[in-house]
T-cell receptor, first 112, second 113 residues
């Protein structure tokens, strides 16, 4: 597709529940990124992939967050045992190489 | 640690005016700088990307400049229109490693008809 597709648009979880977010990058793009937007305009890098390989995961809280990009499947970001502070908008982005990033419209995660 | 600052945080101008948004960064070792636009409830749209070796990029009414040595970039919007109302963010990619962007806090722009 010609746009980054993220699902679901909204996700509500009770504290301690699992949350799983999905991202279909633009076809042909090699790089996939996950960013977290907490409060307005504070973007935090989480993880990047080159094809199905983790490229940089220095932003991931590894004890509860995990991510995958498997061939022929949407990429996913999973949060085990969600906490209140995980409430944020999670954006996925893709790029062809080290060029412009194309962002999806985000998944709003609310942890109650 | 790279820090990106955008001034002003909010700007409101009448339609038709030319305006400048500012972005500064603390570490001049960058690979590129991008300007994005974010509409409420939406993702980011990349407007302009300036490689570290470039001084400016233009797209339509938008012009972005980069002065790496002083750690500054500006986004110039000519003949502003109400449809330009959005939050504008700049982000820098460090020179090494993956395409890991460090974002500024954004400037919320309102163009009044």
């Amino acid at each position: 597709g010609e746009e980054v597709a993220q699902t679901p648009k909204h996700l509500v979880r009770g504290e301690g529940q699992k949350a799983k977010l999905y991202c279909a990058p633009i076809k042909g793009h090699s790089y996939v990124f996950w960013y977290q937007q907490v409060l307005k305009n504070e973007f935090k890098f989480l993880i990047s992939f080159q094809n199905e390989n983790v490229f940089d995961e220095t932003g991931m809280p590894k004890e509860r967050f995990s991510a995958k990009c498997l061939p022929n499947s949407p990429c996913s970001l999973e949060i085990q045992a969600t906490k209140l502070e995980d409430s944020a908008v999670y954006f996925c982005a893709s790029s062809l190489s080290r060029e412009k990033l194309f962002f999806g419209s985000g998944t709003q995660l609310s942890v109650l | 640690k790279q820090e990106v600052t955008q001034i002003p945080a909010a700007l409101s101008v009448p339609e038709g005016e030319n305006l400048v948004l500012n972005c500064s960064f603390t570490d001049s070792a960058i690979y590129n700088l991008q300007w994005f636009r974010q509409d409420p409830g939406k993702g980011l749209t990349s407007l302009l990307l300036i490689q570290s070796s470039q001084r400016e990029q233009t797209s339509g009414r938008l012009n972005a400049s980069l002065d790496k040595s002083s750690g500054r970039s500006t986004l110039y919007i000519a003949a502003s229109q109400p449809g330009d109302s959005a939050t504008y963010l700049c982000a820098v990619e460090r020179s090494q490693g993956a395409q890991k962007l460090v974002f500024g806090q954004g400037t919320r722009l309102t163009i009044n008809p």
